[in-house]
């Protein structure tokens, strides 16, 4: 026993020894080499708020009255002229429409299988058209797609069979079509688009509410505007490129904006980000807030089915660097605002502006190239000067 005490005081002892050499090693070091470093931090700043926002868009709605179908797919986009939809003097002229709409679609997926490089190539469109179909809900997509993929088990071993067999089912289905039309012309009225756009049948109600109707409105005025809506349509064409977003902002962040401004808007029921233009500012203040108008002449078709929502405006953006608020130092010649970057073992005295103070951080920005996100900053140091010695720590 006396043997085992003496063992284990003796490691207690070698282990206790070893921690205060290494803890006094390190205090050495730093009082050796009095120098921390911190990683800079790449970052941005953003000028932003979130909104109330109500979107206008050209749009007509259509009532259709007694027996009818559409022609024109959800979010097809159609020319002028373009049938949209038909209206029966009968049942039978609308099973023979049906199945003239069906024969068509065959006919689409034969002719894209006969234009295809390869077969492998069809069948993954026709899937990618089945799964966009899926996601959408469009009822007319997904029989299309399906139709497409069923179209393509026609093919055979040989190239050139299968050629000849799609080529001889498309001459049939064209004929049948032609019968169809043909009989058509005597019991059904054609409905056609006035002018070229985007076809819904998603139809709200508010598609009298034009972009012309928002300018110089007050907060008030636009409010009442999508309180109330008209008897919804059967379906709707949305002409014209450009679209409105009439936001409520406060009246301060109304005032420090521009004609023809860009902005970035993302949308809380919408994914993505939108560049969108300040079109009006006209709209008076009431109770600290005002109606800017933003227009766009983009992707209109992602947002279809949006009329009002929360918005995250960004009214501007800048990249900029963050360091501790330790790191700052004062030039002692100038008195301006410079950091010191190890580069080459050295301290590099670099430039900066001081942006922004949050938290913890600093933002700042500089046209030196040492300055990069993750560089390495000094934040503690004795004796700083430009090119002085920097011993590793």
């Not at 259709?64 to 049938?83: D, H, I, M, N, Q």
């Not at 980000?273 to 933003?294: I, K």
């Not at 090119?387 to 590793?392: A, F, L």
Request: charged share 25%; aromatic share 6%.
């Amino acid at each position: 026993m006396k043997k085992g005490g003496a063992l284990l005081r003796g490691v207690s002892f070698l282990l206790f020894l070893a921690l205060a050499t290494y803890v006094s090693a390190t205090l050495y070091r730093q009082w050796r080499h009095p120098f921390l470093t911190a990683p800079v931090e790449e970052a941005a700043l953003e000028d932003a708020c979130y909104c109330r926002v109500y979107l206008a868009r050209r749009e007509n709605s259509l009532t259709l009255t007694g027996l009818y179908g559409f022609e024109a797919r959800e979010g097809e986009k159609v020319a002028k002229g373009a049938t949209l939809a038909g209206i029966y003097d009968s049942e039978a002229a609308q099973v023979r429409a049906e199945s003239r709409r069906q024969l068509s679609r065959r006919m689409e997926a034969l002719r894209a299988l006969s234009l295809a490089e390869s077969p492998k190539k069809a069948v993954y469109g026709e899937l990618t058209n089945l799964h966009r179909a899926l996601r959408q809900g469009d009822g007319d997509a997904l029989r299309q797609a399906t139709l497409g993929l069923e179209a393509l088990f026609l093919t055979g071993d040989d190239p050139a069979d299968s050629e000849d067999r799609v080529r001889e089912e498309m001459e049939e289905l064209q004929q049948k079509i032609d019968e169809l039309e043909e009989v058509s012309r005597e019991d059904t009225q054609a409905v056609t688009a006035l002018e070229a756009g985007i076809f819904s049948r998603a139809s709200d109600g508010f598609e009298h509410i034009s972009p012309e109707a928002l300018e110089g409105i007050g907060p008030t005025r636009l409010i009442a505007l999508y309180a109330a809506a008209d008897e919804p349509g059967d379906a709707r064409l949305v002409t014209g490129l450009s679209w409105t977003c009439a936001a409520i902002l406060p009246a301060e962040t109304a005032a420090s904006l521009t004609l023809g401004q860009e902005v970035s808007v993302r949308f809380n029921s919408v994914s993505g980000s939108y560049t969108l233009t300040v079109a009006d500012l006209t709209g008076p203040e009431e109770n600290g807030e005002r109606v800017v108008l933003f227009r766009s002449d983009k992707e209109l078709h992602k947002l279809l089915y949006l009329r009002r929502d929360i918005a995250r405006i960004c009214f501007q953006r800048e990249e900029c660097f963050s360091v501790p608020p330790e790191a700052l130092q004062k030039d002692p010649e100038t008195g301006a605002d410079i950091l010191y970057i190890v580069s080459g073992g050295r301290a590099r005295a670099v430039p900066v502006e001081l942006l922004s103070t949050q938290g913890d951080r600093v933002y700042l920005r500089s046209n030196s190239r040492l300055l990069t996100g993750g560089a390495l900053v000094i934040t503690k140091g004795d004796d700083l000067y430009d090119g002085k010695v920097i011993p590793d720590t």
